[in-house]
């Protein structure tokens, strides 16, 4: 009997992880990379189509619209007038970017979900599109070419290529905790350790933000959040 390659192994073993990111909505199971063991605590598959009043664990922000269609909830803009008003004050926080908030979120968490992140036609200012871990504290930034984990607004990461593509489906796993981040994004990870790195925050409660292209979209398939357990 014929023994499979070395480097098919090593292939085969390096995919797990992603593999489970991929099925855990079918198979109910999710291998952690940097925890003993995860507890899932939260769980929506988007099924039941409307508006997204989920106040004690969803803080939608900015007067953006988000509703649940067809079993994904999808962010779109606040109104022209909202729009206007309050870039008529001069404040940055304009309603040209769909933002909502996950929370609360554990100290040490997993987090799985089925995402895109769309741009439109119409260009704004140039942010990137977002998902913080904690409000400023753990920022990762999307854009063509690169991303960029910025820790506390002091010290950045940058991960080259199209590690999180715009306009498409993409498989997301993410865990942390205190001094270490894994990521994995369509089967790539990256592991990133520094001491800046935390949830820690005595001002706030704990919580992950979503925050996408100037005048784009976001949509979620599924999510699910889980306590991790060293």
């Not at 390659?5 to 291998?31: D, K, R, T």
């Not at 008003?85 to 001069?90: D, E, K, L, S």
């Not at 089925?114 to 200012?125: H, L």
Request: contains cysteine; charged residues 25%; hydrophobic residues 35%.
């Amino acid at each position: 009997m014929s023994r499979p390659h070395p480097n098919v192994i090593a292939v085969i073993a390096c995919s797990l992880f992603g593999l489970y990111s991929q099925n855990v909505s079918h198979a109910g199971e999710y291998q952690s990379e940097l925890f003993r063991t995860v507890e899932l605590i939260y769980d929506d598959p988007f099924d039941n189509d409307g508006p997204h009043d989920m106040p004690e664990q969803w803080t939608i922000r900015q007067e953006t619209q988000w509703n649940v269609v067809d079993g994904i909830l999808v962010g779109g803009l606040a109104t022209e007038e909202f729009q206007k008003r309050i870039q008529a004050t001069g404040d940055g926080h304009g309603g040209t970017r769909t933002v909502i908030f996950l929370k609360p979120v554990p100290r040490a968490f997993a987090i799985q979900m089925r995402v895109r992140y769309d741009e439109t036609f119409k260009k704004g200012r140039d942010r990137g599109s977002l998902l913080d871990l904690g409000h400023h504290v753990s920022s990762f930034i999307f854009r063509e070419g690169k991303t960029t984990l910025t820790l506390q607004k002091k010290k950045k990461f940058v991960i080259e290529g199209d590690f999180f593509p715009f306009n498409q489906w993409n498989d997301l796993a993410l865990e942390i905790k205190e001094g270490v981040i894994a990521i994995e994004v369509n089967g790539r990870k990256e592991i990133i350790k520094d001491e800046l790195i935390t949830l820690q925050n005595d001002v706030e409660v704990q919580q992950i933000d979503f925050k996408g292209q100037d005048f784009g979209t976001i949509q979620i398939d599924w999510l699910k959040l889980y306590k991790g357990i060293e």
